[in-house]
Nanobody, 116 residues
């Protein structure tokens, strides 16, 4: 299984970014997925998650109303639309796929930097 994130970069506070996670080697449409972030000196934490069919999502309280997770099971790609970005959102963002209970894979991450 290979996950490749893209779309990170430098943005001013209040701006937007759209992250993408392209997956290969998995039964993408059958797998739950999620976005995580890790800031320097902090633990990796869940930002948003989405079920295999995309019908159910959940978000960290800090991003509710600002971020939207989605997926395209034809393109084998998951997205994270990030609006109203804040300096506190700056981190490396990772995507994760869960292929079986207790078995998942990580991408290598994409850096998001938010200037105030």
């Amino acid at each position: 299984v290979q996950l490749v994130e893209s779309g990170g970069g430098l943005v001013q506070a209040g701006g937007s970014l759209r992250l993408s996670c392209a997956a290969s080697g998995s039964t993408f449409s059958s797998d739950a997925m999620g976005w995580y972030c890790q800031a320097p000196g902090k633990q990796r934490e869940l930002v948003a998650a989405i079920t295999s069919g995309g019908g159910s999502t959940n978000y960290a309280d800090s991003v509710k109303g600002r971020f939207t997770i989605s997926r395209d099971n034809v393109k084998n790609t998951m997205y994270l639309q990030m609006n109203s970005l804040e300096p506190e959102d700056a981190a490396v963002y990772y995507c994760r796929v869960v292929v079986a209970p207790g078995l998942g894979y990580w991408g290598r991450g994409t850096q998001v930097t938010v200037s105030s």
